[in-house]
Structure formats: C-alpha cells, structure tokens
C-alpha cells in the first residue's frame, strides 16, 4: 500500500461519525477521506436535507448534538415550529442553525454547483480537516420495501418511526449516480479502507451500489476492515438489527460480515460477540475482537487505535 | 358606488400595515380587499421573499416587530447568524419565525401555486381576514436608476442603505405582468379606493403600473382618496423624500398629490401641510387636512375614521 495513500472511510450517520471523532484524535484528520452515503438525502419544504453528510461534518467540526448524535448542540426549533403553524409537515425535526446549511447547500445546488463542492464550502466553513465527499453528486435514493410498498427512505424512518418492516432495499437513481470526483482514485491508492460502523442496508449498502465502487474494494491492494454495527444481537443506534430480521437474515456480527465476504480482510467485532470471530474467519476475514461500544471519547480512541493497528497502520 | 363593494387599498410595507391596522379596526376586516406591492420581492439565500405582502400580513395579523414594522415581534437570528458563519450574504435580515414564511411560500411557488394562493394560505393560518392579493403573479420587479448604474431595489435599499441617489425607477417583468385575479373586478366594483401614505415610487407605483390597474384607477365610478406619506417636507418612514429631491421633484404633500391627478378624488395632508391644501384643491381634487402621524392606535382609527368619512363610506 502507498504511504502517500489516505486513510479511506466509507461512512453513515452518527455510528459512522463518533467512530470518526475517534480516528480523527489519534491521526491528523487530513489523511482521511471520508465518502458519506447521500441514501437517506430528502427535500423537505423545498431543502436539499444531507443527513448522513451533515451528521459527520457537525460531529467533526465539534458542534454536534451531544445526545442524539445528529443537529446542533443547543438549536433552537423556532423556524420549524412557526412551519408547523403554517400548516406545513413538521415531523422532520430541523433546528434553526442546522437549517443555515440546508438552505446554503439548496441555493448552491440550485446555482449548479455539485454537491461535493457545496459539501466542501460547508465543511471548510465549519472547520472541518478531513475530506468529506459525497459517494455521488447525483440524485440517488434510498427506497425501503415494506407490507405498505415501496417507501422514501425518510418517509419510513423518520414520519413512520421505521415502524413497517422492512423486505428489501432499493435505490432510486442508481443507473446514472457515478461515484463522486477522486472517490474511485482514493480508493485505488488508499492505505486502508474502513467501513465505519453503519447499518449495512441504509448507509454502507447505498455506497455500495454506486458503479465501480465495490468492485474497486474488490481490487484494491489496501486492506479494508469493516466494524460491525450489530453488537450482542442488537444494532447500537437505528434500526439495522430489525432490518435484518425482517429480511430474513441472523441478527448477528458474522451476519454482516457475510454481506461484505466479497471485499473485507478484517472484520471487528465486540468483546460480548468473541464467540462469532471462528465464523468470520470461515468467511476469509481476519476477525479482531475489542470494545466497540463508543460511550466515551476514550472508547472511540481504543477503537480507532485497533482499526488502524488491525490495517497495519498503526 | 355599489354597497356590496369592498373597500380597496393599494398598499407597500410599513406605512400601509399601520394604516391598515387602525382601519381593520373600525370596519370589518373582511369588507376589506388589499392590494399588495411586490416590487420589492427578491430571492435571497434561493427563497423568495416578499417584504411588503409580509409587514401587511404580520401587522394585521398581530404578530409584526412593534418598533420596527416589519418582521415579526420576537423573533430570533440563528439561522441567518450561522449562514453569516458559512459565509452567505447576511445584510438582508431574516429571522427564524420570519424565514418558516419565505420557506413555505417558496416551496409552494415551486409547486407552482401562484403568489396570490400562497399569500391567502399564509394569510389564511396567521388568522388574517382582510383579503390580501399581490398587485401580480407574475415576477414584477423595481430596479432603481442611481449613479451607480441599475440596481435592484433589494440591494440598494437594504445592502447599500438607500445611500445612492435615484434618479429615476423602472420595473423589470413589466410587459408580461397580469393584474392578480379579482383585482380589476374589485376595482371596478369598490365601494372606495384608497392609496395607503406609502412611497409613491416604489410601493404605489409598482401597482400602478401593472397593465390596466391605473387605467382602471380613472374609470372606476368609486371614491379615490390618498393619504400623503409626506408630512412637513419629510417621509415617515423610508426614502421617500430623499427620493422626490433626487429625482428632482418638490419634497411636499401637492407633490405626491400630484402624481396621482388622473384619477385621485380626495387627498388627505397633515396638518402641518395644511397651507398646501389649495395646492391640492387646483389639481382637482377634495383637500382633507388631519392628523396623518400614527404615533399610536388611537392615531391610526381616527385617520382611518376620516378617510372612510371623505369617501363617504362613515
């Protein structure tokens, strides 16, 4: 692998982002490159929303919710409530400082600038070192099968509480979305690849499914380890653990190391979870068994520091 | 006059909304029928904003900024603060509660209902009950002649304070522009007219000069009083003075007075203007000198008690 290579991470929302608040303390955030998924991206009242993107950048720049893991620490929700008032649909919850971004990153797209150009001026702003890029600058969406039918992704999971169970997975837009500028280059130099932990699904799967993208993970000669976002049976934030369910699939880490077998060389997954690392290594994988549950800042440290060690890059 | 007609007033932001609101106090609001400047609409951060629709609709809704006179009372900036941070334009003020409007109203117009569908929703759920219409749907815009070339009246009135001196004012949009529906009927019907004491450049006049509506102005077999937004040689509010002397024009009550000689009946001064109103009288028009200065609320319905008086309609 090329020294000069970055550090790749392909990243969801707030799982992905606390691992990155992690990584980004124990090496300089400039060697990373983080491609965001934009499956979950909506207009709601009119607004390009980026959640997953939004959710790493506040998280990156330091201002993220500390709690719920994604808006502003400290927002207020005056504008939203006063949409409320108005009559409009108010169920995606949009702080006032958080719609500062929806509204720049509207009006640029609006303008023609792409959207890994628009994520850059906003992230630059913020004070945000790693690149953030977007897997594609195109429309390409994220739809969930459910007993209702073919649901907008935010639609299930935010106005419908991501109460219908879920069958299968669909992208809209896949057929034109191309990978963003200098994602396939970074991939094919990078000195790791990491697959923070998301929901396999929602967040890595929609990268995933952008041309090119997983075949290049295929060839790439940089090591790509993957964190597995299902710790003890459960999923520590979102709803992948009763996605899998519903999909017919074991609830399990080795269960989604068996979606990446085609790719991954290191699967990490939680102490509580030693018990499976025989199975992954049956897939091909090098399985390293630690402490992913990021309570704290220290937690997201250690964690980095296997990931990177597990590469060879630490 | 037919009694079934409604009461119709041309009206432009702040002096107007204050006028107004005395008068939806001593008649029914719904006798009302308001027509709405939109000269001063623009785009700002993509949405569109219409600035005079807005001061009329807040104030008579009860919920407008009561020093000020426009925006809405209490409302917050955290969301233009943090488009300051990310290095958006933010010289034109728009607060939280204030931009749930511009929000809405934009989406709706991308949907494509019309400006005066989208003014009576709004309208509509803040409770107002006076009819409010924009003189037009179609994109109607004030361009200022100065010095420094053409400008937009957004930019020169509230980027760069008024500073430049107007020497003249045209309006972009003017060949394609329709009067709203129900305008001209109204018009024609009216059991009165009545040109609220607002700029006669760039609030008045933008209505007036939409096809047919000065025309309609002269036929129309109703009253047509206007209130002087000069007093004593100045304006209330706004440049209108500045604007009359620029322009080369006596800064006075006879002068706005005669702007409007083809087809005003009765013109309402202030008292201190009062050796003006023979001025007023030659130009053929009734003279009516009152107190014009709406200190309080008091102030407002006892104009408005004596303009509904001078048509003949109290």
Redesign the interface.
């Known amino acids: 692998m090329p020294a000069s290579g970055k550090i790749f991470a392909l990243a969801g929302g707030v799982g992905a982002a606390r691992f990155l608040d992690g990584l980004t303390r124990i090496v300089a955030p400039e060697r990373l490159f983080i491609v965001g998924n934009v499956g979950d991206d909506a207009e709601i009242?009119?607004?390009h929303i980026s959640p997953d993107l939004d959710t790493v950048m506040y998280t990156l720049a330091g201002i993220s919710h500390r709690e719920q893991g994604w808006g502003i620490q400290g927002?207020?929700f005056?504008?939203?409530?006063?949409?409320g008032?108005?009559?409009?649909e108010n169920w995606f919850r949009l702080?006032?400082?958080?719609?500062?971004?929806h509204?720049?990153r509207?009006?640029r797209l609006?303008r023609g600038v792409s959207l890994s150009d628009v994520t850059r001026?906003?992230a630059d702003?913020?004070g945000v070192r790693a690149s953030l890029v977007p897997v594609t600058d195109q429309r390409h969406r994220t739809l969930v099968q459910t007993p209702q039918g073919l649901l907008e992704f935010q639609k299930w999971f935010v106005e419908r509480r991501a109460c219908d169970p879920v069958t299968g997975v669909r992208f809209a837009g896949l057929r034109t979305a191309r990978p963003a500028a200098g994602v396939l280059e970074h991939l094919r130099t990078a000195a790791g690849v990491i697959l923070c932990p998301s929901n396999p699904f929602i967040s890595i799967g929609p990268i995933l499914a952008v041309r090119g993208i997983r075949d290049a993970l295929r060839k790439t000669a940089a090591p790509v380890a993957a964190i597995s976002p299902i710790v003890g049976g459960r999923a520590l934030k979102g709803p992948a653990a009763r996605m899998m369910k519903s999909m017919g699939m074991q609830v399990s880490a080795s269960g989604v190391a068996e979606l990446y077998r085609d790719f991954v060389n290191v699967f990490i997954l939680d102490t509580v979870d030693r018990f499976q690392a025989e199975k992954v290594e049956q897939l091909g994988m090098r399985a390293i068994v630690t402490g992913t549950v990021m309570t704290g800042l220290h937690e997201k440290k250690a964690l980095a520091a296997v990931v990177l060690k597990s590469m060879g890059l630490a």
Chains 1, 2 share one sequence.
């Open positions: 009242h009119g607004l927002d207020t005056h504008c939203l409530d006063a949409l008032s108005l009559g409009a702080g006032d400082r958080d719609l500062a971004t509204i720049y509207t009006e609006r001026e906003l702003a913020l």
